[in-house]
């Protein structure tokens, strides 16, 4: 019921490509849903989040969909950049509870 | 502000050795976590607090004790290590969880050989 499933565990993009990631949960409870973004020897740090009455939010090139019925919410890089090269984690979570459930990372390369 | 702030940031262990690593945070957040990194794992918590005084554990947190005397600091304790428990330690901390916006260290990498 806790877990966050995330695919792909690797993604390689050319330059100025979309980048996709996915994520799909069960616990109906879980009522945000927040992206972060992990460069190599730091820690995570908030990229977009998204709540679920609506489907979709974006900022920058940043683009979160969110499917309820389906229980899945993807993040769009849009024109992704080689800056963009860097782990990204899905998570969730519920009011009743006092934590984050992460997926399990994306390691994201954007080719130059 | 520093924000939080992890030491040591590396440490070679041998089995069955004890250490703490530390963690300071100075956003005067109420809530604080520990969550351990592993290569295709994601984050899994090991230990969290929502106060000085009350800690509660979180999905891993067989082989490690934490305490909370301070808001300001979360101390992580090994006591007995193992080679299962070479991973990156990640602190972080939250002023309301109902945004679930957490703030990391930089980590902590821990080998046990």
């Known amino acids: 019921q806790q877990q966050v499933k995330q695919s792909p565990q690797s993604l390689i993009v050319q330059k100025g490509g979309i980048s996709i990631i996915n994520c799909a949960y069960e616990n109906t409870a879980f009522d945000y849903f927040p992206w972060y973004q992990q460069f190599p020897g730091k820690g995570p740090a908030l990229l977009i989040a998204?709540?679920?009455?609506?489907s979709e939010k974006k900022e920058g090139r940043f683009t979160i969909s969110f499917n309820k019925s389906a229980k899945q919410f993807s993040l769009h890089i849009m024109d992704s950049q080689p800056g963009d090269s860097a782990t990204y984690f899905c998570?969730?979570?519920?009011?009743?509870?006092?934590?984050?459930?992460f997926g399990s990372g994306t390691q994201l390369t954007v080719l130059p | 502000n520093a924000g939080v702030t992890q030491t040591p940031k590396f440490r070679i262990l041998k089995i069955g050795q004890s250490m703490t690593l530390q963690c300071t945070q100075d956003m005067n957040h109420n809530y604080m976590y520990w969550y351990r990194q592993d290569p295709g794992m994601g984050l899994k918590l090991i230990y969290y607090s929502v106060g000085a005084g009350i800690t509660d554990k979180g999905e891993v947190p067989n082989g490690y004790n934490v305490s909370r005397s301070t808001t300001e600091d979360f101390p992580l304790r090994l006591e007995l290590a193992a080679p299962s428990q070479t991973s990156v330690y990640f602190c972080a901390t939250n002023r309301d969880t109902n945004t679930g916006e957490l703030f990391f260290g930089e980590g902590s990498r821990l080998t046990v050989l």
């Open positions: 998204i709540r679920p009455d609506v």
């Open positions: 998570a969730a979570s519920s009011r009743s509870a006092r934590q984050l459930t």
